[in-house]
């Protein structure tokens, strides 16, 4: 039997893979919003990317880019958060 017909190692495998792939999305979706905020708001401050770096949720950053279509600064489209 060959170590990826285990069912263990196929369990362990899909969960690696789920948790990477959230973690690429979440990266990814981060790295958007970073670049819709620096053409619309400018470079922000090390407190606002330390705020934005500590989003640890998929849906959360969605919000915020959506609500970078109808904020005017970093500190009103991170507010809340």
Do not use: C
Not at 9 to 22: H, T
Not at 29 to 55: D, F, V
Request: charged share 20%; net charge negative.
């Amino acid at each position: 039997m060959l170590m990826e017909d285990s069912t263990t190692y196929q369990e362990i495998f899909a969960k690696g893979f789920s948790i990477g792939l959230k973690l690429g999305i979440l990266l990814g979706m981060r790295a958007a919003l970073l670049h819709l905020g620096k053409n619309k708001y400018g470079k922000p401050t090390s407190q606002q990317l330390a705020k934005i770096e500590a989003i640890t949720s998929i849906e959360v950053i969605e919000t915020l880019l959506v609500r970078v279509l109808n904020t005017t600064d970093w500190d009103e489209l991170l507010a809340g958060v």
